[in-house]
């Protein structure tokens, strides 16, 4: 791992069967909550509208830091193709406010499939999403997003107003990633002043490159290029990553078998009971790589991500958790991922202290 501060968090689809999405959510916090208890110093979800996957962050972030105190909420990722940028900000930063500064979002810019729902656009989703996360990084950085010049209605602002984003939550900006999956995105992102972590599908790909390779070198790119735009050190860079130690054979089974599933079914790999088949299959398109998973005895883990140079370079290892699996299977990994592998890596875990913040009277 890169020499920074070491950090831990998981990453998660908070996904449940068809029919039990209460339970799923509910469970989602749990999650976290066990997280936290763990020393983990981030929780990540992933946005999946029209499948049986967390839908609205937002709201379940919100809900989420009302049960934990420390742990870092953060999004992975939120297409912004498909959002209304200041209404997200408004429900942003009202989140922020109500989980004490913890909230994370990370974006991309989005695909166009669901435009038969949300409604097509004059231009490549690629531009239409970043106008709109410009937008929003506007918003949230509390920037005037219209001066009023006629007065309309009976409740309407008076000519000359500026109007922003209320309620503001000072800080939100800097804490704003973004999920890339290419050098030019990446690249892109510390221009913007972007946060950046990385999924474990990468773009653009030259032939013969490994992923590790790969993804070592984006974020040395993206490293390059944050300190020519703003001057200043860059901010800590996030991976995404499957590492499944497994203490005891039938664990070491059960992971060897959702590595063979990722191979033979790629992304579709691991869904829940009713959950959508991806169009992706495990024959990726050209240029495009999937990522290891790193599993078997917890020492042979550890000397496979101790080798892997994506992830040495990184200052956050990210679990991914495999979006099939519940409750337990999950918290038992995020156990043996913290006493095993992750004290290998430098990782210590966070002892802050849990104590609930008390409103003001």
Same mark, same amino acid.
């Given at each position: 791992?890169?020499?920074?501060?070491?950090?831990?968090?998981?990453?998660?689809?908070?996904?449940?069967?068809?029919?039990?999405?209460?339970?799923?959510?509910?469970?989602?916090?749990?999650?976290?909550?066990?997280?936290?208890?763990?020393?983990?110093?981030?929780?990540?979800?992933?946005?999946?509208?029209?499948?049986?996957?967390?839908?609205?962050?937002?709201?379940?972030?919100?809900?989420?830091?009302?049960?934990?105190?420390?742990?870092?909420?953060?999004?992975?990722?939120?297409?912004?193709?498909?959002?209304?940028?200041?209404?997200?900000?408004?429900?942003?930063?009202? &989140?922020?406010?109500?989980?004490?500064?913890? +909230?994370?979002?990370?974006?991309?810019?989005?695909?166009?499939?669901?435009?038969?729902?949300?409604?097509?656009?004059?231009?490549?989703?690629?531009?239409?999403?970043?106008?709109?996360?410009?937008?929003?990084?506007?918003?949230?950085?509390?920037?005037?997003?219209?001066?009023?010049?006629?007065?309309?209605?009976?409740?309407?602002?008076?000519?000359?107003?500026?109007?922003?984003?209320?309620?503001?939550?000072?800080?939100?900006?800097?804490?704003?990633?973004?999920?890339?999956?290419?050098?030019?995105?990446?690249?892109?992102? &510390?221009?913007?002043?972007?946060?950046?972590?990385?999924?474990?599908?990468?773009?653009?790909?030259? &032939?013969?490159?490994?992923?590790?390779?790969?993804?070592?070198?984006?974020?040395?790119?993206?490293?390059?290029?944050?300190?020519?735009?703003?001057?200043?050190?860059?901010?800590?860079?996030?991976?995404?990553?499957?590492?499944?130690?497994?203490?005891?054979?039938?664990?070491?089974?059960?992971?060897?078998?959702?590595?063979?599933?990722?191979?033979?079914?790629?992304?579709?790999?691991?869904?829940?009971?009713?959950?959508?088949?991806? &169009?992706?299959?495990?024959?990726?398109?050209?240029?495009?790589?999937?990522?290891?998973?790193?599993?078997?005895?917890?020492?042979?883990?550890?000397?496979?991500?101790?080798?892997? $140079?994506?992830?040495?370079?990184?200052?956050?290892?990210?679990?991914?958790?495999?979006?099939?699996?519940? +409750?337990?299977?999950?918290?038992?990994?995020?156990?043996?991922?913290?006493?095993?592998?992750?004290?290998?890596?430098?990782?210590? $875990?966070?002892?802050?202290?849990?104590?609930?913040?008390?409103?003001?009277?």
């Amino acid at each position: 791992m890169n020499h920074g501060q070491r950090r831990l968090g998981f990453n998660t689809r908070v996904s449940f069967p068809t029919g039990e999405a209460a339970r799923g959510l509910r469970e989602g916090i749990e999650l976290f909550q066990a997280a936290e208890a763990l020393g983990y110093q981030s929780g990540w979800a992933y946005q999946r509208h029209f499948d049986n996957y967390l839908s609205a962050p937002i709201p379940f972030f919100a809900a989420a830091g009302q049960h934990t105190t420390r742990i870092t909420l953060g999004s992975a990722v939120i297409p912004a193709r498909y959002q209304e940028p200041v209404l997200l900000a408004e429900a942003a930063c009202t &989140a922020d406010l109500l989980i004490g500064g913890r +909230l994370q979002l990370a974006f991309s810019s989005g695909t166009d499939v669901w435009d038969d729902v949300f409604g097509a656009v004059g231009t490549d989703a690629r531009t239409e999403g970043q106008r709109r996360l410009a937008r929003f990084l506007s918003a949230v950085a509390g920037e005037p997003l219209h001066t009023v010049t006629e007065r309309r209605g009976v409740g309407g602002p008076p000519v000359g107003t500026e109007l922003r984003v209320t309620p503001p939550s000072p800080g939100l900006r800097e804490r704003i990633w973004y999920g890339s999956g290419s050098i030019a995105s990446a690249v892109t992102a &510390a221009r913007q002043g972007l946060r950046l972590i990385t999924g474990t599908i990468l773009h653009d790909v030259p &032939a013969g490159e490994t992923f590790p390779g790969h993804q070592a070198r984006l974020i040395g790119a993206y490293r390059t290029a944050w300190v020519a735009a703003h001057g200043t050190p860059p901010p800590p860079v996030a991976v995404a990553a499957s590492v499944l130690p497994g203490p005891t054979a039938a664990l070491r089974e059960t992971y060897a078998a959702y590595d063979r599933q990722r191979r033979t079914q790629g992304p579709a790999a691991s869904r829940p009971s009713g959950a959508l088949e991806p &169009a992706l299959s495990a024959r990726l398109p050209t240029g495009m790589v999937m990522s290891p998973v790193y599993h078997g005895e917890p020492d042979a883990v550890v000397t496979a991500v101790l080798s892997d $140079p994506g992830l040495a370079a990184a200052d956050e290892l990210v679990l991914f958790l495999p979006p099939a699996f519940g +409750l337990a299977e999950n918290v038992r990994l995020l156990e043996d991922l913290a006493r095993t592998v992750a004290p290998a890596l430098g990782w210590s $875990p966070e002892t802050a202290p849990r104590s609930l913040p008390r409103p003001a009277r």
